[in-house]
């Protein structure tokens, strides 16, 4: 079945950088889109980025655009989410998301 694990959260000062990763198992990787989702304690899980299976396709949440970049690594089945330039509203958890299924979610805090 899919798996999906998140790693490489972490908390942060304002204005730094986190890389998360996002290692797949279970179904062949490569064919499929994989996004990432967030959600902030009180609020809905909100859509962050999507990478289709062609690595060059990628979109962004507004909120993120310009700070945020999403990659994939198919030969490691793995998906990336650089984040610079964060802010106290980036604060977290962040989950990997493909085909309806989820990871357990890493989380994120920013905050000095």
């Known amino acids: 079945q899919v798996q999906l694990v998140e790693s490489g959260g972490g908390l942060v000062q304002p204005g730094g950088s986190l890389r998360l990763s996002c290692a797949a198992s279970g179904f062949t990787f490569s064919y499929y889109a994989m996004s990432w989702y967030r959600q902030a304690p009180g609020k809905e899980r909100e859509w962050v980025a999507t990478?289709?299976?062609?690595?060059?396709?990628?979109s962004y949440a507004d909120s993120v655009k310009g700070r945020f970049t999403i990659s994939r690594d198919n030969a490691k089945r793995t998906v990336y989410l650089q984040m610079n330039s964060l802010k106290p509203e980036d604060t977290a958890a962040y989950y990997c998301?493909?085909?309806?299924?989820w990871g357990q979610g890493t989380q994120v805090t920013v905050s000095s």
């Open positions: 998301e493909t085909r309806g299924s």
């Open positions: 990478i289709l299976n062609t690595e060059s396709s990628t």
